[in-house]
T-cell receptor, first 114, second 116 residues
Framework: DTGVSQDPRHKITKRGQNVTFRCDPI?????LYWYRQTLGQGPEFLTY????????KSRLLSDRFSAERPKGSFSTLEIQRTEQGDSAMYLC????????????FGNGTRLTVT | AQSVTQPDIHITVSEGASLELRCNYS??????LFWYVQSPGQGLQLLLK??????LVQGIKGFEAEFKRSQSSFNLRKPSVHWSDAAEYFC??????????????FGQGTILTVHP
């Protein structure tokens, strides 16, 4: 078990630029989740996949955000035309599909939009 | 909508003292409850979870939590705190089963400072 891996750890970008983050889940986990955490707050759910299917998206996920999990393994989260309000920690988690399977979180990607 | 409240934003204790972090959740038919810990710049590590059964659950690092349905609470406790326990602690919940599982709702977090 090598854990959930996220890349990059930190990203600084200028407003209006596009950014893409990658998440590699634990290999046998078929569920993958994206959360966003702003300073002083708990993580907020963004979206999740079961295998390659994106099953749910939060209202927080505006049309500038898109997530993919093309082969049911790694996932990418892209933010287009970044805004300063997008500055946050983006957390990825994975789990097995069973009801009693806990989420395992990665160390996150910290995005700063200047 | 589901919600989780952690009334204490910041708690300071002395090393060796006992600890209790409070968590209240909004009513739900079958809440699944969790406590996570987050060190600076790190992801979240699961401390313990409650699904059903015994209302006192044991976790890693000597932590335990008690589920009290009548009070809608799931407080985290540790009898003797170590300096390495300094971190931010998050209570969270989800609903049982189906597509809702994994959509965790988190509290705001409680920052724990440990004095030597």
């Amino acid at each position: 078990d090598t854990g959930v891996s996220q890349d990059p750890r930190h990203k600084i970008t200028k407003r209006g630029q596009n950014v893409t983050f990658r998440c590699d889940p634990i290999s046998e986990h078929n569920r993958l989740y994206w959360y966003r955490q702003t300073l002083g707050q708990g993580p907020e759910f963004l979206t999740y996949f079961q295998n390659e299917a994106q099953l749910e998206k939060s209202r927080l996920l505006s049309d500038r955000f898109s997530a993919e999990r093309p082969k049911g393994s790694f996932s990418t989260l892209e933010i287009q035309r970044t805004e300063q309000g997008d500055s946050a920690m983006y957390l990825c988690a994975s789990s097995l599909a069973g009801a009693y399977s806990p989420l395992h979180f990665g160390n996150g990607t910290r995005l700063t939009v200047t | 909508a589901q919600s989780v409240t952690q009334p204490d934003i910041h708690i300071t204790v002395s090393e060796g003292a006992s600890l209790e972090l409070r968590c209240n959740y909004s009513y739900g038919a079958t809440p699944y409850l969790f406590w996570y810990v987050q060190s600076p710049g790190q992801g979240l590590q699961l401390l313990l979870k409650y699904f059903s059964g015994d209302t006192l659950v044991q976790g890693i690092k000597g932590f335990e939590a008690e589920f009290k349905r009548s009070q809608s609470s799931f407080n985290l406790r540790k009898p003797s705190v170590h300096w390495s326990d300094a971190a931010e602690y998050f209570c969270s919940r989800t609903e049982a089963g189906g597509t809702s599982y994994g959509k965790l709702t988190f509290g705001q977090g409680t920052i724990l400072t440990v004095h030597p």
